[in-house]
């Protein structure tokens, strides 16, 4: 089955970057739908960015957009979420997940629905300090 490993997370100021990655193996299906989420203490897990792996599907939460950037690596088993102009609301422990679309334009609602992800990785930390 699917394998996710995220790694890149760390403690920044605000303002700072960072780069995630998520490091997938073991594909049973051609496509997917890979979603970064992320949760902090007390809060729901919420869907951060959503990509699909054939391509011209990307989708942002409101609260990222402009800011944060998913893509996938020429390889395509590589996932990156880079993030600019970090905030203190930012941090959060941040969770690689895939999913199997019905077809490539349903990427775009999955970060509301994470049943349909079916494999998930342990997460890694990101803090950004003020």
């Known amino acids: 089955q699917v394998q996710l490993v995220e790694s890149g997370g760390g403690s920044v100021q605000a303002g700072g970057s960072l780069r995630l990655s998520c490091a997938a193996s073991?594909?049973?299906?051609?496509?997917?739908?890979m979603g970064w989420f992320r949760q902090a203490p007390g809060k729901e897990r919420e869907g951060v960015a959503v990509l699909y792996t054939g391509g011209g599907i990307t989708y942002y939460a409101d609260s990222v957009k402009g800011r944060f950037t998913i893509s996938q690596a020429n390889a395509k088993n590589t996932l990156y979420l880079q993030m600019n102009s970090l905030k203190p609301e930012d941090s959060a422990m941040y969770y690689c997940?895939?999913?199997?679309?019905?077809?490539?334009?349903?990427?775009?609602?999955?970060?509301?629905?994470?049943?349909?992800?079916?494999?998930w990785g342990q997460g890694t930390q990101v803090t950004v300090s003020s």
């Open positions: 997940a895939a999913a199997t679309p019905a077809w490539g334009r349903a990427c775009s609602g999955y970060a509301a629905d994470p049943p349909r992800f079916r494999y």
């Open positions: 073991g594909y049973t299906s051609e496509r997917y739908c």
